[in-house]
């Protein structure tokens, strides 16, 4: 308890100094227009990639601000970037604090007259970038990237200063944070209110780019088709005076298939392209065409940037989950950017053996649990075939405390849902928006066995209009696409009645009827039927599973055991096969993940994973493997 105190006050007083700290200056605020479309090099367009050994140093008393570590770090050691910093260096791994990152660079000298941008992939919770010293903006919100542009702090010809401090306090008024009262922020520690561990730095590359003056800001792609011809909506937006230019769609072979003039009419021209003898993206069949957007003054490019992009129609009917009018099954996981060392920083190798695993287990899908993952993730989807549910940040959402933190809470799933869509809307893998993991009731699991909780008329009408708001807000920003969220289990099944499709995590037999597994396969086969029968919409298991400590076994009954793990997976999928209205499941977890710790989380690991965390597979998922390949083969 005494420990706990001091956390307590020590975060409280850091929440103080942050205050201070972050309103010393004038900063201005991301805009999420910026990061619309990645850094591409071309022949109008330039990147460097800053990642490497940066200069890094922790400030716990809040003070390197106003003390001019903008202008140098006083005492840096080394930090590779990107990757966590929780466990790079020594006595850091649970820090919540100050951390100040710094490196230098060349701006290349061919790249003068055009519009210079920083992007920072993610930097997890808060930022502050400056260049040589001088204030550029701020951040609020991690995993997901922001931008800014830096011509007026730039020197030509010299080294330039990049310094960006990090700020990763839990506090309840952020998404993710730790609500009081929330279960999980009365446990754990570190005191955050999801269950992950609050792994802080700059995760993902950051990257040095240039775009001409006159350039496309953005590019907007949605698709359909008819019979055997595709089409492909263009919405392009452009900076500049240019009002003309053109659309150009070519196969895999490089051949052009089509192409479409482009008239702007202020700052947007859009383009209806058909696609004769399509070939329709699917899972068999993870098909991409290559979109080029240009623009031109008379018969000069000015600019352009290049998409790949799949046709292909997401749609639910009745009872079914439609992808190209053709019912579709997720078989699939829930998963974590989280590897040992890298913590949450990308590892690409780790990126690559995954999807070759889950390729090896039959599977078709996953979810970016509990956040949007790095931009290469989602481009590797789409070239093998992988559906994805795309999720916001928004994980652990409560509706009981202060009013002024709920508003504030909502202020920021609008911001995280925009730069969201806004960074993957062209991204053929990803087939649904889901705004928010286990929004929870003050009262969770007072009536877990009728699947719901009670909620006070108050919390209701918040809860309810704050998610159906979002689901709005996706659905609005992009109707190609569904819309939903995770319900949590035990939470009140009224606020999924705004979802597309309905979502939904379970665990009976693991955290409620411990062990008891003929109890908990009759409730979890009631629930399904009565969520149907109360819903009326098709249903993704998005979450079901049981922690297996890797090598330890036992009778089938013994928690904890691969046996066990392997059994309550079996059932699962064996009773959603008997409800044609579930239209995927998906196990949790792929592999193991680091968490802060609690009683439950043996080692501080979520231990659900059917492979470890570094990838050796249990019996899970020989499991898997089996129901999920071999048995389709005819194998067994």
Partial sequence: MKNNLVVVLMTAALAFIGTISLNATDFSVANPKDIALFPQQNAYRNKLDLSGIWNFQLDPQGVGETEGWQNGLPNPASIAVPGSWNDQLDQQHNYLGYSWYETTTYVPTAWQGSDIGLRVGSAVYMAKVWINGQPVGMHEGGHLPFAFRINNYIKWGAENRVTIMVENMIRPDRVPGNIDGGEMSRTNFPNNNYDFFPYSGLHRAVWLYSVPREHIADITLTTDFSGNTGRIKAVVEKVGSVNAGRIVVKDKQGRQVATAALRFKGAEAQAEISVPDVQLWSTENPYLYEVTASLEKGSRTVDSYTLQTGVRTIRVEGDQLLLNDKPIHLKGFGKHEDFPIFGRGVAQPVMIRDFGLMKWLGANSFRTSHYPYD???????????????????????????????????????????????????????????????????????????????????????????????????????????????????GGPAEWMEECDIILINRYYGWYTNNGNFSMAKMYFNGELDKLHNDLKKPIIVTEFGADAIAGHHANEDEMFSEEFQQMMINSYLDIANT??????????????????????????????????????????????????????????
């Avoid at 549910?389 to 799933?413: H, Q, T, W, Y």
């Fill in 375 to 489: 931009e290469s993730v989602y481009a590797e989807a789409d070239k093998q075939g992988i559906l994805i549910i795309d999720e916001m940040p928004s994980v652990g959402l409560g509706f009981f405390d202060e009013d002024a933190n709920i508003n504030r809470r909502k202020e920021l799933c609008n911001q995280y849902l925009e730069e969201m869509i806004t960074r993957d809307k062209n991204h053929p893998s990803i087939i649904i928006w889901c705004v928010a993991n286990e929004p929870s009731p003050k009262a969770l699991g007072s009536n877990v066995m009728g699947g719901r909780s009670d909620a006070d008329e108050k919390e209701n009408r918040i809860a309810k209009e704050f998610l159906g708001d979002l689901v709005h807000r996706a659905k609005a920003a992009d109707p190609s696409r569904l819309s939903a969220f995770v319900g949590v289990m």
């Fill in 579 to 636: 409800k044609p209205f579930v239209s995927g499941m998906m196990i949790w977890a792929f592999a193991d993940f680091r968490t802060s710790q609690a009683l439950m989380r043996v080692a501080g690991k979520n231990l659900k994973g059917v492979f470890t965390q570094d990838r050796r597979p249990k019996m899970a998922a020989h499991l898997l493997k089996k129901r999920w390949v071999d048995e389709v083969k005819g194998n067994y």
